[in-house]
């Protein structure tokens, strides 16, 4: 099995699964957050620029995005608000939440009020927290996905350790042995084998089969 240290390396992550919308009123101005999913810099700018032809008759159309899951790039753009009072914190709404890989634009229609520095730091802020309400957020684990042979004798202890730990039971063949597959969490996994190899005496056969990111359960 691949050793601890080498699959600490790679960390939990969150990320927009399907895009939504939210939207918000303050003080009769109208701000629509939409929300996309995006793997580039270059996914991103398109995205931005739909949501610009779409609402073309908007006062603001501000951005912000987040590329990479330990957020390598970052950009945000104010669209004509005051500096700093849109991008920037409709951004760290997007970084205090840990979400990557993920896009968003608040479209404002103004509504005759000025709301003030402050007060549309705020409202930007919470258009973009209605938009991640309107979608599918999901967190992203690094895990293995294990073979698991047995004898019949073995199946019913193999089935409840699993049950126990909420983990899945997939692909089940019933021949002349079991087998079935899970997928584990790479923290999980040392424990899962050594609690597998006690339950039936070492004669379980394991086999990692795959290693990569999967959406843990919501």
Same mark, same amino acid.
């Given at each position: 099995?691949?050793?601890?240290? $080498?699959?600490?390396?790679?960390?939990?992550?969150?990320?927009?699964?399907? %895009?939504?919308?939210?939207?918000?009123?303050?003080?009769?101005?109208?701000?629509?957050?939409?929300?996309?999913?995006?793997?580039?810099?270059?996914?991103?700018?398109?995205?931005?620029?739909?949501?610009?032809?779409?609402?073309?008759?908007?006062?603001? $159309?501000?951005?912000?995005?987040?590329? !990479?899951?330990? +957020?390598?790039?970052?950009?945000?753009?104010? *669209?004509?608000?005051?500096? #700093?009072? +849109?991008?920037?914190?409709?951004?760290?709404?997007?970084?205090?939440?840990?979400?990557? $890989?993920?896009?968003?634009?608040?479209?404002?229609?103004? %509504?005759?009020?000025?709301? !003030?520095?402050?007060?549309?730091?705020?409202?930007?802020? &919470?258009?973009?927290? +209605?938009?991640?309400?309107?979608?599918?957020?999901?967190?992203?684990?690094?895990?293995?996905?294990?073979?698991?042979?047995?004898?019949?004798? *073995?199946?019913?202890?193999?089935?409840?350790?699993?049950?126990? =730990? !909420?983990?899945? =039971?997939?692909?089940?063949?019933?021949? =002349?042995?079991?087998?079935?597959?899970?997928?584990?969490?790479?923290? !999980?996994?040392?424990?899962?084998?050594?609690?597998?190899?006690? &339950?039936?005496?070492?004669?379980?056969?394991?086999?990692?089969? #795959?290693?990569?990111?999967?959406?843990?359960?919501?």
């Amino acid at each position: 099995m691949e050793k601890k240290e $080498n699959r600490e390396r790679y960390l939990p992550y969150r990320c927009v699964l399907e %895009g939504g919308t939210g939207e918000i009123v303050e003080k009769k101005s109208r701000f629509l957050a939409t929300v996309r999913k995006v793997e580039t810099e270059e996914e991103a700018a398109a995205f931005i620029e739909e949501m610009k032809k779409k609402y073309w008759d908007a006062s603001h $159309n501000c951005s912000a995005f987040v590329i !990479g899951r330990k +957020a390598e790039l970052t950009r945000c753009s104010d *669209d004509g608000e005051p500096s #700093g009072t +849109a991008g920037r914190p409709m951004l760290e709404v997007l970084l205090g939440e840990g979400i990557c $890989n993920t896009a968003v634009v608040v479209t404002r229609y103004f %509504g005759g009020t000025l709301l !003030g520095t402050g007060g549309l730091v705020r409202a930007y802020g &919470a258009a973009v927290k +209605a938009g991640l309400e309107g979608s599918r957020v999901v967190t992203m684990r690094y895990g293995t996905r294990l073979r698991i042979g047995s004898d019949y004798s *073995d199946i019913g202890r193999i089935q409840y350790l699993l049950g126990q =730990q !909420g983990l899945p =039971q997939e692909n089940a063949q019933y021949t =002349q042995r079991v087998v079935l597959e899970t997928v584990v969490a790479a923290e !999980g996994e040392e424990r899962l084998i050594k609690e597998l190899t006690e &339950a039936t005496g070492g004669r379980a056969v394991l086999e990692a089969v #795959g290693r990569y990111y999967f959406i843990d359960k919501e």
